[in-house]
């Protein structure tokens, strides 16, 4: 049996009819750039995240560099932002000339860890770019506390998380803004590159507007110097087809891990923690294991394909090789890229699918069960 880490095929031949009519009905009224599928899904975005204003934009990673860009973030300001991360949340803070400054994760969440933050702060801190990691939010709450003390601004990385809940806030309602990636792994993914970002501060959101559009206002008289961040209607019109699909989309992610779950159980397999505050969308489902490239091998062997995210953290990539951080620094995120691992948990995983893949980890850590002097307690669930 193949069971590949994704199957977008799955979901394009379910709604296929009305992913080519959206397609068709932009490409016949040739409004290629802006237009009203761009607003509408801006507006539809902000209702799910419960945010007042959406600003499409070209991709997840201009998402973060259009709101550092708005914030006024530049040279000799700090970004406090965790290094296990897809790489485009570090470099968009650099991009702006910042400098990122690493906190490491909570083991059990894979999430900034927040009694870590306030010993980063310094007096050139102006924000902190918490990511809501494999589908599950940030411990928001005592993030928000030191933004608020030390007067910072909070820029949601919400590229794995749209509509993920803490205490039933949702994904990228919370901080001054929120970013969303399209891409088309995510669990609401184009046909191509796109994002969103969201917000509540209707001043931000006009100076996002027009930053994504080279900062101009009216055409080619430029307030600010931005970029070509533009969302294309293209992909927002596909979008807007999949959005009323996300909610049964993430349910039926949460009860693939929830047999993944219960099937994993035991001292070699580290099983995601789910934080009592949050609701996951499980854009990724990762586990944990000391052997894990011996494990990835076995399962790679049986056709059942995975992926690591990420085997390097930010602080330890040759691009940064001058920033003074060394292997050591951050022993929480380094561990994770050493030892986790995703399996597949895409919506459209047939009951057969997720057995043939659980059976195949089990068996590729069963010889490690025989070995009682590991203490491998350290991966169990938290709480
Ligand atoms: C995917 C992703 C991004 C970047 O999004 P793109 O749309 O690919 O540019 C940023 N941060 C995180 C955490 C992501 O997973």
């Known amino acids: 049996m193949k069971v590949p880490l994704l199957d977008l095929k799955a979901q394009h031949a379910a709604i296929r009819g009305e992913v080519l009519a959206a397609v068709t009905e932009v490409l016949d009224s040739q409004v290629c750039i802006g237009g009203p599928k761009v607003a509408e899904l801006e507006n539809k975005i ?52 910042a400098t990122p400054i690493f ?64 205490k039933g806030r949702k994904a990228g309602s919370i901080g001054t803004v929120g970013c969303f990636s399209f891409f088309p792994s995510k669990n609401l993914g184009g046909a191509g590159d796109g994002g969103m970002i969201v917000t509540n501060d209707e001043a931000l959101y006009q100076k996002m507007a027009l930053l994504r559009n080279h900062g101009a206002k009216p055409k080619y008289f430029h307030k600010y110097v931005g970029g070509n961040f533009r969302l294309d209607p293209l992909q927002a019109a596909i979008l807007l087809v999949k959005l009323p699909y996300l909610d049964s989309w993430s349910e039926a992610r949460r009860r693939n891990a929830a047999y993944y779950t219960g099937r994993l159980q035991g001292d070699a397999i580290g099983t995601p923690f789910i934080s009592p505050d949050c609701v996951s969308i499980y854009n990724q489902y990762v586990i944990r294991l000391q052997d894990r490239d011996r494990v990835m091998g076995h399962l790679k062997a049986n056709g059942v394909g995975t992926e690591i995210y990420y085997p390097r953290p930010a602080h330890l990539q040759e691009c940064f090789s001058q920033s003074g951080y060394s292997e050591g620094d951050l022993p929480c995120s380094e561990a994770a890229a050493r030892e986790s691992l995703a399996i597949p948990i895409y919506p459209e995983l047939t009951p057969a699918m997720l057995e043939f893949t659980a059976k195949k980890v089990l068996e590729a850590v069963a010889p490690r069960l025989r070995r009682p002097h590991e203490d491998l307690s350290v991966y169990g669930a938290r709480g």
């Open 46 to 97: 902000a209702e799910v995240s419960n945010c007042r204003f959406g600003v499409g934009v070209s991709s997840g990673t201009d998402a973060i560099l259009c709101s550092l860009m708005s914030l006024g973030i530049g040279p000799n300001d700090e970004v406090i932002t965790t290094p296990f991360t897809f790489f485009a949340t570090v470099g968009a803070i650099v991009r702006t000339g």
């Open 103 to 166: 906190v490491d994760i909570d083991p059990c969440t894979y999430n900034l860890n927040p009694d870590l933050i306030e010993r980063a702060v310094t007096p050139r801190t102006k924000a902190i770019l918490p990511v809501h990691l494999f589908g599950q939010m940030c411990d928001m709450d005592p993030i928000m506390e030191i933004a608020t003390r030390y007067g910072l601004w909070v820029i949601e990385d919400a590229a794995q998380s749209v509509t993920a809940t803490y």
